[in-house]
């Protein structure tokens, strides 16, 4: 945690503020461009739904359907331009956590515990991005081996896990300091 003390020195509030609002910006353009590059994929099933499905069979009927009545093109482009959402939103999440645990600077513990959703707002992205070269590595969407499915699966699962930890962590700890700040 030393690296995010580090960091956490490095910028101002006013910073983080401005990298806030950037990274809001960012992660709701790259989100607008994911979704029309899946729409024009004619990807037809939920995203959290293919990426939890630890199926390399349900994948397949998934990129059948795209290659037939679609264009699996957009697909993978709608995967590229997911890495810039990745940063955005990895972006986002740290910044948030960074500044929460400046806010709690007499409270250790919570200060604490924001440096580590900051920290797992590094790890979720990480494991998004890998999620997503399994994607778009696959030599051939109709026969790749089911394992590689799974692992999918596994990036994904750790990704959510995390992003949900942290959003509500943090939004747990927002209305922890803002009941302290109130004296409620």
């Known amino acids: 945690m030393e ?4 960091l956490s020195n490095k910028f101002s509030n006013k910073s ?8 809001i910006l960012s992660t709701f353009l790259t989100y607008y461009l994911l ?3 899946l729409q024009l994929s004619g ?9 939890l499905s630890f199926s390399g069979e349900f994948l397949k009927n998934q ?10 093109r957009f697909y993978i482009i ?10 955005s939103y990895g972006i ?7 500044l929460l645990s400046k806010k709690f600077e007499d409270n250790i513990k919570w200060k604490k515990l924001c440096q580590y959703f900051a920290f797992f707002s590094i790890i979720a992205p990480i494991a998004d991005a890998f999620e997503n070269l399994l994607i778009i590595t696959l030599y051939s969407p ?10 999918h699966s596994i990036f994904a699962l750790i990704k959510w896990s995390l992003l949900i930890i942290v959003i509500m962590g943090l939004l747990i700890s927002a209305i922890f300091k803002l009941l302290i700040k109130y004296k409620i």
């Open 3 to 6: 690296f995010l003390n580090k």
């Open 16 to 23: 983080l503020l401005y990298l806030i609002i950037i990274s």
């Open 35 to 37: 979704n029309l590059s």
């Open 43 to 51: 990807d037809i099933i939920n995203p959290i739904m293919s990426q």
């Open 63 to 72: 990129y059948l359907y795209m290659i037939n009545y679609g264009n699996i």
């Open 78 to 87: 709608a995967q590229c331009i997911d890495y810039a959402f990745m940063i």
């Open 92 to 98: 986002l999440l740290i910044s948030i956590s960074i």
């Open 142 to 151: 109709l026969t790749f081996p089911n394992w590689l499915a799974i692992l």
